[in-house]
C-alpha cells in the first residue's frame, strides 16, 4: 500500500516531467511490481532521458521540488517535494544501463491509483539491479523474483548482451541458474492443471 503522501508526490513527479516533456522511468522498487513481485519501498528512484538540466531543475522549483547539486558530471541528484518532504533520486546515468532509445522503447505503462507512470523495462532492471556499484542482498532477490515469473517473456538474448556490456554477465548466469528449478516446478505444475 502506497502511503497518501508519497502517492501525491509521485502523481505531481509524473505531472512536472510530462509537463517538461522528459523521458523517464521509474527504477527500483516501484518498477518491482509490475515484474510480479510486491515489496514495501519508500525509495523513490526514476531514470531520465538526456535533457538540459539547468532548465530541468528551473522546472522541477517551479514544481514545488528543491533540487540538490544538478550537473552535468554527476550521474544522479536528489529532489525533494516541499510540501510531503518526500526525496526522489534522478538518475541521468543509472548504473549498468544506458538511456538510449532502446531503452525507452522497451519502458513500460503502469497504472497505479488512476496515474500512468513509465517503468523501466524487465531486462533493463534486472542488469540496472545487478550492475549497482552499491548492490545488496535485495538487489540480487528482485532479480530472482523477476527470473522465476513465468508469466514475464524476458528477450534473452537481449538481456544477456546488455549484461555483458555491464559486466555482470557471470552474476546473471548464476541467478537464472538458481531460479532454474522454481521455473521448472512452475511449468510441471501449470502442465498438470490442463
Known amino acids: 500500500m502506497i502511503l497518501p503522501s508519497i502517492l501525491e508526490t509521485l502523481q505531481k513527479l509524473s505531472q512536472t516531467l510530462e509537463k517538461l516533456r522528459i523521458d523517464y522511468m521509474f527504477i527500483g522498487g516501484y518498477a518491482l511490481p509490475e515484474y510480479g513481485l510486491f ?4 525509495d523513490i528512484d526514476i531514470a ?4 538540459e538540466l539547468s532548465n530541468l ?3 522541477f522549483e517551479r514544481a514545488g521540488f528543491q533540487v540538490s547539486s544538478c550537473s552535468e558530471g554527476t550521474p544522479c541528484f536528489v529532489l525533494t517535494d516541499t510540501k510531503n518532504v518526500t526525496e526522489i533520486e534522478v538518475w541521468t546515468k543509472p548504473d549498468g544501463i544506458i538511456i538510449d532509445q532502446e531503452c525507452l522503447r522497451r519502458r513500460r505503462k503502469r497504472q ?7 517503468i ?3 531486462e533493463h532492471f534486472i542488469v540496472n539491479k545487478l550492475a549497482r556499484k ?3 542482498a535485495q538487489d540480487e532477490e528482485d532479480v530472482l523474483s523477476v527470473l522465476m515469473n513465468s508469466d514475464l517473456k524476458l528477450d534473452v538474448p537481449f538481456l544477456h548482451r546488455l549484461a555483458k556490456q555491464a559486466n555482470i554477465f557471470p ?3 548464476a541467478l ?4 532454474k528449478p522454481s521455473m521448472t516446478r512452475h511449468r510441471q505444475s501449470n502442465g498438470a492443471r490442463n
Do not use: C, H, M
Open 120 to 122: 523501466i523495462g524487465p
Open 39 to 42: 515489496r514495501g519501498t519508500v
Open 171 to 173: 552474476t546473471l548466469k
Open 112 to 118: 497505479i491509483f488512476g496515474t500512468d507512470f513509465w
Open 48 to 51: 531520465i532521458g538526456p535533457s
Open 176 to 179: 537464472e541458474n538458481k531460479a
Open 134 to 136: 552499491d548492490r545488496r
Open 57 to 59: 531543475s528551473q522546472g
